[in-house]
């Protein structure tokens, strides 16, 4: 289990809570249960934002795919050990229990070369043994970039039937890797597909890829696995840096499939178009589908995968989950890669502020908007709505943090400068 620290509950801390809590319930919002409901749901933290999308298949390797990351920040994790360590460090400031979201190019080879498509679960031994000792559950991700056999820019929608099979291959098994970890974990693992097909160029047919695409996708996922074991998810964008006229996996293409094989749809904040938000996505998706997944992110300007901030967008996307009743239907994970800060704090900052925007929605007078809303009474609901963004919020989240043993309020940078001094910095690049 992932050790923390006692924090302790001050008298200031308590205090305050006591106050704000008083202050709520005057609202009919009981901040008791919201925290206890808060305490209980799990965001997927992506292990990439600690080592840039590097993977540890070939060192040295270049990010593709149409995704690209910035910064050069000292301390990045070289080594499955190190992104362990430094995951460890960053979830040990965060309150509540989290789930690791892992990349296929994350494989432990131990020196020896395997390719995509020889992937297999013992290549994932030391995570699964790690993540079962610190308490941790684990999604999964094909990982169908920064490979010679996509660089041309096409993997299952390649006009080249071997290259489609290798990739298929490569899909099928990271299926059976998502298994053995659900089987270990004794929960479903989410295994997510995303690829970065698509062109600089206007096509001239845009058609058949597409029909390519649905029909390896047929492919992947036609072993059929215990959902116990394994949520099956496919992840839609619009554009890409070098896809930028057309991407095989557009919204509409995936919307489609998913609905019709019933596998769930990833909803990236990053991947529409600048001023559409995904969070009025989530209640129509959800009409057709048991279940969906989020790649919360922040895009700026282009799906530039910022870390995220406690923007309307967030907040957006977290009233949707809680007020519309959708948490036990909706897998919450993140997607976002900053290498121009410290990578630990990267992780702490996004998902604290993941953990912000859902409390915020859960301390909302929601029973009382909707009231207001039945009655037709849209001037007393937007009043509410904006008084309820001064209610004394602060107090929850910082009793939150303290009752959870995690720092409260920025004390946990201390901690990450600690750790950048003692451990970040004395690595040195080769
Ligand atoms: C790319 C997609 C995809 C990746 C990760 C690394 O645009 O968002 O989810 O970011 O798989
Ligand atoms: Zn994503």
């Not at 094909?142 to 099979?165: M, N």
Request: charged residues 25%.
């Amino acid at each position: 289990m992932i050790q923390r620290a006692k924090a302790g509950l001050s008298h200031p801390i308590s205090s305050a809570y006591g106050i704000a809590r008083e202050r709520y319930a005057v609202l009919g919002v009981n901040t008791d249960v919201a925290l206890a409901q808060l305490a209980r749901i799990p965001v997927s933290i992506h292990c990439w934002q600690g080592d840039d999308v590097g993977g540890f298949e070939n060192s040295g390797g270049q990010l593709t795919g149409g995704i690209a990351v910035t910064g050069n920040y000292p301390g990045k994790a070289r080594t499955p050990d190190e992104l362990r360590a430094d995951f460890e460090k960053a979830i040990s400031l965060i309150p509540g229990s989290h789930r690791l979201n892992l990349h296929a190019c994350y494989a432990e080879m131990r020196g020896r070369k395997v390719d995509r498509d020889e992937l297999g679960a013992a290549h994932f031994q030391n995570w699964i043994a790690w993540a079962k000792s610190a308490g941790i559950a684990l999604d999964f991700n094909q990982t169908f970039f920064s490979h010679p056999k996509s660089a041309d820019g096409f993997t299952l929608s390649h006009r080249d039937a071997g290259i489609r099979k290798f990739w298929i291959e490569h899909g099928i098994r990271c299926r059976e890797i998502g298994a053995a970890m659900g089987k270990a974990q004794g929960e479903a693992c989410l295994v997510n597909l995303w690829i970065p097909d698509g062109m600089k160029d206007t096509p001239a047919d845009r058609k058949g890829p597409r029909e390519r695409l649905a029909t390896s996708l047929d492919a992947v996922f036609k072993k059929k696995f215990d959902r116990k074991q394994v949520v099956d998810s496919v992840e839609p964008k619009l554009f890409g840096i070098g896809s930028e006229s057309y991407v095989v996996g557009s919204h509409e293409f995936y919307l489609g499939y998913a609905v019709s094989r019933q596998v769930l749809l990833t909803l990236d904040a990053g991947h529409y178009h600048p001023t559409e938000g995904i969070a009025d996505k989530i209640s129509s998706v959800l009409l057709y589908l048991p279940e969906i997944a989020l790649h919360v992110s922040r895009g700026v300007r282009w799906d530039s995968d910022h870390v995220v901030t406690l923007t309307d967008d967030l907040q957006a996307i977290a009233q949707e989950i809680i007020w519309g009743g959708h948490v036990g239907r909706v897998r919450i994970g993140l997607d976002y890669f900053d290498a121009s800060i410290n990578r630990v704090a990267a992780w702490v900052i996004g998902t604290r502020n993941m953990l912000r925007a859902l409390l915020l929605a859960l301390v909302a007078p929601i029973e009382k908007l909707k009231k207001l809303e039945a009655e037709g009474d849209f001037t007393s609901r937007l009043a509410l709505m904006e008084e309820a963004k001064s209610l004394p919020f602060g107090a929850v989240w910082d009793y939150h943090c303290a009752n959870q043993n995690a720092p409260v309020g920025d004390a946990w940078l201390g901690e990450v400068k600690r750790y950048e001094r003692d451990v970040l910095s004395r690595r040195v690049v080769s």
